[in-house]
């Protein structure tokens, strides 16, 4: 297991996921670690949508667990965390 430190929260996610059940513990925690991370960064939902490469919305649904990002997305989120 391994700690993430998104700013206030402090969260432990399984480094590699090796099961379903790991992949999807971790997809759980994008919402948290996108607006952490962009918070982190003093950036607007705006200015994250842009980096990422996705719209304003989908941050938006993300942040709130409104939605989900699709496989495409998620890939562009997780390239973006680790930045």
Known sequence: ????????AETTAPAAPASY???VEVLDLLP????EARRRRGLT????AAEI????SGVSRWEARVGEPDLA???KVLRWLAR
């Open 21 to 23: 059940g790991e992949l």
């Open 32 to 35: 948290v670690l996108i607006r």
């Open 53 to 56: 490469g996705v719209s304003i």
């Open 73 to 75: 997305s998620t890939i």
């Open 1 to 8: 297991m391994v700690t993430l430190d998104v700013g206030a």
């Open 45 to 48: 939902m705006r200015d994250a």
